[in-house]
């Protein structure tokens, strides 16, 4: 065992105090993390020094280079030992979660490890460098190192090389197939998604100590579904961005399913819309901010308008278009469409998401589909849509936001749902 040991860590790249810059972001190594960490627990910086395995010197360098990268001093020193500034408890909250999250990895891959559950979690965590992270994430991203290099900045064959140093040191398989068909196992795709989370926990990290600065120009991403588009999400970011004028805010459309996967790896921060009744995944929570029910919806001068009592024959007699399957709507279409005759199949439907295109298409058909009165706002507001006068019953569903269970928000991100549940009361 020690001879396989020495074997891998031969294959290891040599440890380097420098700072990784991948796609226009420092991030700190994670071996002055684990120093630092180190440090904290310990109140002693030569005691940390001694547990990652580096001399005092080099330790003090990794500590002075972490104080450069988050603009400050971190550890203040009180005799023999040190304790962290305000500043330093900021990094020091943010190390521990990323060193969580890469020993849950660690344990995970070491019960499939073909060396040993004990040797391949401390291969891990000891081993794994940003740049490896930084390289499977990219990868998982984008589906092959070519494309991954690409939005790394780097040359290919580094990346490549930097998520194969990774999968030696789990000593699990991180990919299969061969090169143009390469995908990630489930291990990789498990450290993928971890991998996420951390450079996600050390972005938090960095706009945290920004706003003990005073500089509140962090980043909130959000994912949104189709019926907090039109008003809601609007009016909280234009609230967030008169509070937080330096913010910045990227929104993200998407059908549940993709936003829920991307919520879970730290690739969004929120997801806003109709709340699923049935279980959520784990790891999720949800929080209701209002109920919403739902209309069928046609152009203001459709001929079902001048009906004074509308069956579901009627309604039968017009094209539709509908939601994806599987979605909160399509189930209250179906139940609404198992009351209408058999040859209403025939007319032909339109199937879409897109509350640009079903607008577009309404205005220039004599179509239905069913919306929330709050996605037409505008357009009613205008004369152009119009709600038909019939009631779907049970169409009634919460809308809110869901978010990691783990998650902890930076304040820019608490203005941000903050003014998510304002602009909810409205």
Not at 47 to 67: D, F, G, M, T, Y
Request: glycine share 6%; hydrophobic share 45%; with cysteine.
């Amino acid at each position: 065992m020690p001879e396989l040991v020495q074997r891998v860590e031969q294959a290891l790249p040599e440890f380097s105090d420098a700072v990784v810059d991948y796609g226009m972001q420092s991030y700190p190594n994670l071996r002055h993390i684990r120093l630092f960490d180190a440090a904290v627990v310990l109140g002693s910086l030569s005691r940390a020094a001694e547990a990652v395995h580096i001399s005092q010197p080099a330790a003090s360098q990794a500590i002075s280079k972490l104080e450069a990268l988050f603009g400050g001093l971190l550890l203040n020193r009180q005799g023999a030992g040190v304790f962290p500034t305000e500043r330093g408890a900021i990094l020091a909250r943010r190390a521990r979660r990323s060193l969580e999250l890469l020993r849950e990895a660690s344990v995970s891959l070491a019960r499939q490890s073909r060396i040993g559950k004990g040797l391949a979690a401390d291969l891990l965590e000891v081993h794994a460098t940003i740049a490896q992270l930084r390289a499977l994430a990219a990868f998982a991203d984008a589906g092959s190192f070519l494309a991954a290099a690409r939005l790394l900045g780097q040359a290919e064959p580094s990346v490549q090389r930097a998520a194969r140093q990774l999968e030696r040191v789990g000593a699990v398989p991180l990919f299969d197939g061969a090169y143009r068909s390469l995908r990630l196992t489930p291990s990789g795709a498990m450290l993928a998604s971890r991998a996420h989370l951390i450079l996600r926990e050390l972005d938090s990290a960095r706009e945290e100590v920004r706003e003990y600065e005073g500089l509140f120009d962090g980043r909130v991403v959000i994912g949104t579904l189709p019926l907090v588009r039109t008003r809601i999400i609007p009016a909280a970011v234009a609230k967030l961005c008169s509070l937080r004028p330096q913010a910045s805010v990227e929104i993200l459309d998407g059908d549940y399913d993709s936003l829920a996967g991307a919520l879970l790896t730290g690739k969004i921060d929120l997801l806003v819309g109709a709340l699923r009744r049935q279980t959520v995944e784990k790891g999720l929570v949800q929080e209701t901010l209002f109920s919403d029910g739902v209309s069928i919806i046609a152009r203001a001068d459709h001929p079902l308008l001048a009906k004074r009592r509308i069956t579901h024959r009627d309604l039968a007699d017009y094209p539709w278009v509908l939601p994806r399957e599987g979605t909160p709507t399509r189930a209250i279409f179906n139940a609404l469409a198992e009351q209408f005759p058999a040859e209403w199949r025939s007319k032909g439907t339109i199937v879409t998401g897109s509350l640009v295109a079903i607008r577009g298409i309404l205005l220039q058909t004599d179509r239905l589909t069913i919306l929330s009165r709050q996605q037409i706002e505008y357009d009613e507001r205008a004369g152009l849509l119009s709600v038909v006068s019939f009631a779907l019953p049970h169409s009634e569903r919460p809308i809110g936001m869901t978010r990691r269970s783990n998650w902890e928000p930076t304040a820019l991100q608490r203005d941000f749902i903050e003014a998510l549940r304002e602009a909810s009361c409205i």
